[in-house]
């Protein structure tokens, strides 16, 4: 065999077990897609159908009538875009903070600060609920929402990213009267937005999938988050499965649109610093 013809080989190997290894991968995504649109009889047969052999899109429909969905995934949508807002200018204002004002104990309050992320969720469930029942905040969105406005990795995240612009941009912007807010917002986020769309989108993935916190924090379904309620599909008096897949392919469309839509701005900014 010559070198060519080798080349050739293993290049046709290497795409055929990328092939495979998204097939693996893509599975789970196409059978919940398919399941959503086959009607209980044929998911429940042996063996199980891999393709529907009718488009039952009543299922959506069904699924969005026999439960509160409707207003459970308004309700994901507005807590997830709000704590993606929230999250974004807490990790602006603090990482420009860290980098651009020089105040004492910098270094040990951005220390301090990081420390943050080594302590376990599960050990701050009862002092935030706590907080949210002292405050009146139970069953509203503001105990959906403003524990999770400021984080440690957001701001880890975007002074990382604003580390890699030159000393000498603000130095400039300086000379030409531009203060530290006309400075952060005009010039320093513009230049920032692949950094501030992988924490975007990271945010909303994290806010989106929430389970535990809603679920303690809300006590009616019309305040409950979409989460809670596919959890609800898989009932004694809902066990429907035609109607769980439906829901979930729901709940991933959004993720889904999102990835599509920004997967530029995720791959250059996890890239960004990488290579001067």
Same mark, same amino acid.
């Given at each position: 065999?010559?070198g060519?013809?080798l080349?050739?080989?293993?290049?046709a190997g #290497?795409?055929?077990?990328?092939?495979a290894?998204? $097939? &693996? +991968?893509l599975?789970?995504?196409?059978? /919940?897609v398919a399941?959503?649109l086959?009607?209980?009889?044929?998911?429940?047969?042996f063996p199980?159908a !891999?393709?529907?052999?009718?488009?039952?899109?009543r299922?959506?429909a069904?699924?969005?009538?026999?439960?509160?969905?409707?207003?459970?995934y308004?309700?994901s949508m507005v +807590?997830?875009?709000?704590?993606?807002?929230g &999250? +974004?200018?807490t %990790?602006?204002?603090s $990482?420009? /903070?860290f @980098?651009f004002?020089d105040?004492?104990?910098r270094?040990?309050?951005?220390?301090?600060?990081?420390a943050?992320?080594?302590?376990p969720?599960?050990s701050l469930i009862?002092?935030? #609920?706590l907080? @949210?029942?002292?405050?009146?905040?139970?069953n %509203?969105?503001?105990?959906?929402?403003?524990?999770?406005v400021?984080?440690?990795?957001?701001?880890?995240?975007? =002074?990382?990213f604003?580390?890699?612009?030159?000393?000498?941009l603000?130095?400039?912007?300086?000379?030409?009267?531009?203060? *530290?807010?006309?400075?952060?917002w005009?010039?320093? &986020?513009?230049?920032?937005k *692949?950094? !501030?769309g992988v !924490?975007?989108?990271y %945010?909303f993935?994290?806010a989106?999938?929430?389970f535990f916190w809603?679920?303690l924090?809300t006590?009616?379904?019309d305040?409950?988050t979409?989460?809670?309620?596919? $959890? %609800?599909?898989?009932?004694?008096?809902? =066990?429907?499965?035609?109607?769980?897949?439906?829901?979930v392919?729901?709940?991933?469309?959004?993720?889904?649109?999102?990835? #599509? @839509?920004?997967?530029?701005?995720?791959?250059r900014?996890?890239t $960004?610093?990488?290579?001067?």
């Open positions: 065999m010559t060519s013809a080349r050739r080989a293993w290049r #290497y795409y055929a077990l990328l092939v290894v998204a $097939a &693996v +991968v599975f789970p995504l196409y059978y /919940a399941g959503s086959m009607t209980d009889a044929a998911l429940v047969a199980p !891999l393709f529907p052999t009718e488009l039952a899109w299922n959506y069904r699924v969005m009538q026999a439960f509160p969905l409707a207003r459970q308004v309700n +807590v997830s875009l709000a704590i993606v807002a &999250v +974004v200018v %990790s602006v204002l $990482a420009y /903070a @980098v004002i105040f004492p104990f270094r040990t309050a951005f220390a301090a600060f990081m943050t992320m080594m302590i969720v599960e009862i002092p935030k #609920y907080l @949210v029942a002292d405050l009146g905040w139970i %509203s969105f503001p105990g959906l929402i403003v524990p999770f400021a984080t440690g990795f957001g701001t880890f995240l975007m =002074r990382q604003f580390l890699t612009f030159p000393g000498e603000r130095e400039a912007a300086r000379l030409d009267g531009c203060g *530290h807010w006309r400075f952060a005009t010039i320093l &986020v513009p230049l920032s *692949h950094g !501030l !924490l975007a989108v %945010s993935i994290a989106y999938n929430q809603p679920l924090v006590n009616t379904p305040m409950q979409l989460q809670i309620g596919l $959890a %609800s599909l898989d009932t004694a008096e809902a =066990r429907a499965p035609s109607l769980i897949f439906a829901g392919v729901v709940a991933i469309a959004p993720m889904l649109l999102l990835f #599509y @839509v920004f997967q530029r701005n995720i791959v900014g996890l $960004a610093g990488a290579v001067k």
